[in-house]
């Protein structure tokens, strides 16, 4: 990735997160993963999927809250 555009094709973000591409295209697909669609091609703005993934940090987090009281 580019550092000046911000954004992440397939194979970037599947680096990044350190995924498989096809989990990528599938969770996209599915809507469990914050993307869009240029043309045929899946780009993700870096600053969503990092907000993306610190929402589900949270939610893990809460979700063993109630899970220990």
Partial sequence: M????????????????????????????SGKLPGFKVGSHWRFKKKTIDSWIEAQEQSNINHKTLVNQ
């Fill in 2 to 29: 580019k550092e000046q555009d911000g954004v992440f094709t397939v194979r970037e973000l599947a680096k990044y997160l350190r995924m498989k591409p096809l989990t990528i295209y599938k969770h996209a697909s």
